[in-house]
């Protein structure tokens, strides 16, 4: 079977966001400033072939870990769904 991850990686909350605090401040001066503690992370789509969800999220974790995000300086999450 072939499943879709959709994976979000963020930069920790304890961590500061140079970014992030870049475009809040850039908020301000479009006159947007209700918007603000903006934190910019990555989203990343992937394909995996596996025999089960299970599995296809065991292989989405692990390569999260090993690759996809930093876990000293970043969070993540994902959804699996079949594709």
Known sequence: MKF???IDVM???ALLD???KAVTQSM???GLSEI???RIGKHIRLFIDADSKASAEAKTEEACKKLLANEIMESYSFVIEEA
């Open 4 to 6: 879709k991850a959709e």
């Open 11 to 13: 930069p920790l909350e």
């Open 18 to 20: 140079p970014q992030g």
């Open 28 to 30: 301000g001066n479009l």
């Open 36 to 38: 603000s503690n903006v």
